[in-house]
């Protein structure tokens, strides 16, 4: 079961009605060529001892997993069949992160001009790029069949034909086949079973069922590749990165043999995650900023650079997950809710304990590298709890 478009265009106006009034949330956009200010805590009603109590929270409750990437990525997925590192990885550094209230630092710790790979984080950039196509009309209607546009082979076939882009961004299209090497039954495979038993499995009907699948999610990223004709990092820098001021330091990198063509063209697609290698490598400043114009709804000073109606279609719950949205997860009441903090909160989360926060009701962008996964609750608690 999908969402209708008349029903999905009736909540997205709604949704954009209410936010209407407060649409611009931050009083201050740092700069690119200026430090970003930051203000005591103490001008935001801060309790200082209890945020302090929140950044050291974050900085003694490190990732387990080694340091060296490498190391960690193959550990951490050695019950996938066949898988082997395809892109670039990088050894990381240690905690750090960054809490903004209405656009000022007000806490920060570690190394925050530190380029880090930050895996599936590298899919809420993703999906941008999506919107960014829609608002542009390259995509007329995210409910629109992908085989429309991307007639190449890779969505051929009675169950691949079926696939929206609506599916692919909520990771519920249940693509059939093989990208890049890749065969979708082996990426993060059932608990139960084994080769045989995975790889003859009947796929589920597109938008049934989520299941978190970089091959999926890399056929997303090849496919708008094609609707944008140039490779998504320069559309990622030319849309978003040099709008908001980021640094020049990132790289977005693809699997070493990802090259296609386009207009006669070799070009490297790239991939939504770092599981075998690749992805987002960011620093933690620009990932700040990066949620800072979510925070704003899409806006940076006086420019529009997302439209407001996709980041509240993005967050707008899937049916087969009521946590997730376009590629950003979301603390509605679910597997994944956060227990006393607010169901409008949506957040990137990638491997390792990378993660980008926005909580439009208090105003807040909250950025850590490198947390133990499953500490984010407890420290999004103290943080709130550090706000009177």
Request: glycine residues 8%; contains cysteine.
């Amino acid at each position: 079961m999908i969402l209708k478009k008349r029903n999905a265009s009736k909540i997205i106006m709604c949704l954009v009605c209410f936010n209407f009034m407060n649409a611009q949330k931050s009083d201050y956009f740092p700069d690119s060529n200026v430090l970003w200010e930051e203000k005591n805590p103490k001008e935001f009603n801060f309790n200082e001892s209890k945020l302090e109590t929140a950044v050291e929270f974050a900085q003694n409750n490190e990732y387990s997993g080694s340091r060296d990437l490498r190391i960690a990525i193959l550990k951490g997925f050695e019950k996938e069949p066949y898988h082997q590192i395809l892109g670039p990885t990088k050894k990381r550094g240690g905690p750090a992160g960054m809490i903004l209230k209405n656009g000022y630092i007000v806490a920060k710790w570690g190394d925050t001009k530190r380029v880090d790979m930050t895996f599936s984080v590298t899919k809420s950039f993703l999906s941008t790029l999506a919107g960014l196509a829609k608002d542009k009309d390259l995509i007329s209607d995210m409910n629109d069949e992908v085989i429309d546009y991307i007639w190449d082979g890779t969505f051929d076939g009675e169950h691949n034909a079926q696939i929206t882009w609506q599916q692919l961004l909520q990771q519920n299209s249940a693509w059939s086949g093989e990208l890049w090497g890749g065969k979708d039954w082996a990426d993060r495979p059932p608990k139960e079973g084994g080769v045989d038993d995975w790889r003859f499995q009947k796929p589920a009907s597109p938008g049934t069922v989520m299941e978190y699948n970089d091959v999926r999610v890399n056929v997303l990223a090849y496919s708008l590749t094609h609707v944008w004709r140039k490779p998504l990092p320069m559309v990622l820098k030319d849309e978003v990165m040099d709008k908001i001021g980021a640094s020049n330091t990132w790289r977005w990198f693809g699997y070493d043999h990802a090259w296609t063509e386009i207009d006669g063209i070799q070009m490297k697609s790239v991939t939504g995650g770092g599981h075998s290698g690749a992805g987002l490598f960011i620093n933690t400043e620009d990932m700040a900023r990066f949620g800072l114009l979510f925070l704003n709804n899409g806006r940076w000073k006086d420019e529009e650079i997302i439209s407001e109606a996709f980041i509240q279609e993005a967050i707008i719950p899937s049916i087969p997950n009521p946590n997730y949205g376009y590629m950003w997860w979301l603390n509605k009441k679910g597997s994944r809710h956060w227990k006393g903090l607010s169901e409008n909160i949506y957040y990137a989360a990638g491997f390792g304990g990378n993660f980008i926060v926005v909580d439009s009701e208090k105003d807040l962008v909250v950025v850590t590298r490198w947390l133990e996964p499953s500490k984010i609750e407890e420290f999004m608690k103290l943080v709130n709890a550090s706000l009177n």
